[in-house]
């Protein structure tokens, strides 16, 4: 296969597995606590009016990807979410918390940047715990694979310049800007103008992601990936074992199956 005939593949690292996106399916494998390995698929929702509209476009597919959450979920009930544990969901609530106190502490830019800061806590947290780094580590690992028709997984980089945490920098940067600008404009902006601000900034990321993505020789567009890369470097991934790998591999084969069955019959 040609590069490019290659699907554009992401994914999403799971406590016990691996979730996979394609152009118009999504394809999951899981290690269920009696050891074996389980696997589904589906069609993925798609919002294809706004593939044009720069902005509309990087929130609809953020939207696609927590639409396939809830079918994955569904479908394959063993599958067990990144944020699917109490310790988490208490560091994001005391997160939440710490940013809103910021931000009344510290006006200004100041209390935004504290305040963004602090919402990557749980995130963070959340790596830090099981296999769930190791499981980003396989998402990348599997999905370069593909990409470079490397002979295995077990080959290629824990590290991938498409992952999410990329969006990291340009999304802070995009969130404490438009909320600086918010506050000029209104003294004491609401939830609803607060909740609008937080989705361009994400409309905002997306398009600078893309962009770092089509100018990837480019200084800026390095520049641009490099907290990301370093945050997945440092502790976003951890080099998977074979088990885990194998986890990898069957996701991405039946990502591959059904995107090809979609293709044939279309």
Request: hydrophobic share 50%; charged share 25%.
């Amino acid at each position: 296969m040609s590069e490019s005939e290659k699907l554009r593949l992401g994914g999403m690292a799971l406590r016990n597995g691996l979730l996979v996106h394609g152009p118009t399916h999504w394809a999951a494998a899981v290690r269920a606590p009696d050891g074996s390995l389980r696997v589904a698929s589906g069609p993925k929702p798609r919002l294809r009016r706004l593939d044009a509209v720069p902005g509309l476009r990087g929130i609809a597919r953020l939207a696609e990807a927590f639409a396939v959450i809830p079918l994955v979920k569904r479908t394959l009930p063993e599958a067990r979410l990144p944020f699917q544990d109490g310790s988490v969901v208490a560091v994001a609530a005391g997160a939440a918390a710490l940013g809103t106190l910021a931000r009344r502490r510290l006006r200004g830019t100041a209390g935004e940047a504290a305040a963004a800061g602090v919402s990557l806590a749980p995130a963070l947290f959340a790596l830090q715990g099981g296999e769930l780094a190791a499981y980003h580590g396989v998402e990348h690992k599997a999905i370069a694979a593909y990409e470079q028709d490397a002979p295995d997984a077990a080959h290629t980089a824990k590290e991938h310049d498409r992952c999410g945490s990329n969006l990291v920098a340009p999304m802070l940067a995009a969130n404490v800007a438009g909320a600086a600008l918010l506050r000029r404009v209104l003294e004491r902006p609401g939830p609803l103008a607060n909740a609008a601000v937080s989705l361009a900034a994400a409309g905002a990321a997306v398009e600078v992601f893309a962009w770092a993505e089509r100018h990837a020789d480019t200084r800026a567009a390095r520049a641009i990936r490099r907290p990301g890369f370093e945050l997945q470097r440092a502790m976003g991934t951890r080099e998977p074992d074979e088990a885990q790998l194998e986890v990898g591999r069957a996701a991405l084969a039946e990502i591959l199956r059904v995107e090809g069955a979609s293709a044939d019959a279309a």
